[in-house]
């Protein structure tokens, strides 16, 4: 008979990613590069390992061959359990109640078997596009503190950005009256952040309801935590005050990687006690002989150009008399002699040719009307040849 596990994690790693345009046609958002050395996904599940969590569920259906690769066996989380550990779980042809992940709670619906084979007394739910260091621990001691059904993580946000998240309104115990999802007049500006504690067989029940309702959109935010609430269960919210990005647009993707330029509260990468664990390439030191200023550098590089307020991916080139300017570089990408490059996210493995020109500084770029704010994106694998350009704004996924 297999040991039971406290709780069990389950990650949402499953969707399109649309909003990073370029950037993920051919990769799931959470193996999106981050940071110079890490993924999207290293930040959930570096979360777990952290926090005593060793047993996570990683769901994904889109585009996957890449995040699978990466997440493996879990080796470098130390997710590599023979009970327990990480596993990747695709959507699977059965004979009943099996289909494309229709929405959140069905992607979880459609995992009931896994989560079962450990007994857990409690799940928790993440999304895989969020940038965090978070103490899951302390959050499900306040849950079993609570003797709550579901415990959500919250945060406060602006009142005038409030109507882009789901809104709790809460009693003065922190208990919830109302779950709002993204309300063109909030009346809170407690925000969601999508990642709840849920006691298992509470969970397991509204699942099944959820499934049973033709007419729902098989979501938490729009279905299941409103069935929770009308039904009487008990709901709480678990405030988080550290640092805490959704990074699912090009311009949030841009400030988060910014945001590790500067001085940031309560998050540090370079905490020990918390490490945010990667399966980042071998590589040797970076060799840099140009001017750097204000940026973070990975292994592996040559820099012998100049670079300003970015962050440079493994095993970037940037040669004598390029120029990078408060940009991402994700990875493996080589900026050639006189090429100039403002206020952009290139993806791995591009080539960027002699006096090519790449986005514009920031103060022109922010003139332009463009999906990305103004950043340029170079999609994966591409190059742009010399001479030349890619203006502000523009998102390119073919050679330019």
Known sequence: MLKKKECVAMLLAGGQGSRLYALTSNIAKPAVSFGSKYRIIDFPLSNCINSGIDTVGVLTQYQPLILNEYVGNGQPWDLDRTFGGVHILS?????????????????????????????????????????YKMDYDK???????????????????????????????????????????????????????????????????????DNQDPKSEND?????????????????????????????????????NMDLLGVVPNFELADRERVIHSRSPLAPPAYIQGEVINSLVATGGEIEGKVVNSVIGTNCIIEEGAEVIDSVLMGNITVKSGAKINYSIIDEEVTINENAMVGAPI???????????????????????????VPAGVIADKNV
């Open 363 to 389: 103060p022109e770029a922010l003139k332009v009307e463009s999906n990305t704010s103004g950043i340029a994106v170079l999609g994966r694998g591409i190059t742009v040849r010399k001479n030349g350009k």
């Open 220 to 256: 938490f935010g729009k279905n299941v935590l409103p069935a929770m609430l009308k039904s009487g269960e008990k709901m709480y919210t678990y405030r988080f005050e550290g640092y805490w990005k959704d990074v699912g647009t090009i311009s949030s993707l841009w400030e988060a």
């Open 91 to 131: 959507p699977y042809e059965a004979k009943m109640d099996t289909s494309w992940y229709k929405g959140t709670a069905n992607a979880i619906y459609q995992n009931i078997r896994f989560m079962k084979m450990y007994d857990p007394d409690y799940v928790l739910i993440l999304s895989g596009d969020h940038i």
């Open 139 to 209: 959050m499900l001691a306040a849950h079993k503190a609570a003797n709550a059904d579901c415990t959500i993580a919250c945060m406060q946000v602006p009142l005038k950005e409030a109507s882009r998240f789901g809104i709790l309104n809460t009693n003065r115990d922190g208990t919830i009256y109302e779950f709002e999802e993204k309300p063109a007049k909030p009346k809170s500006d407690l925000a969601s952040m999508g990642i709840y504690i849920f006691t298992a067989s509470k969970l397991f029940k509204y699942l099944e309801l």
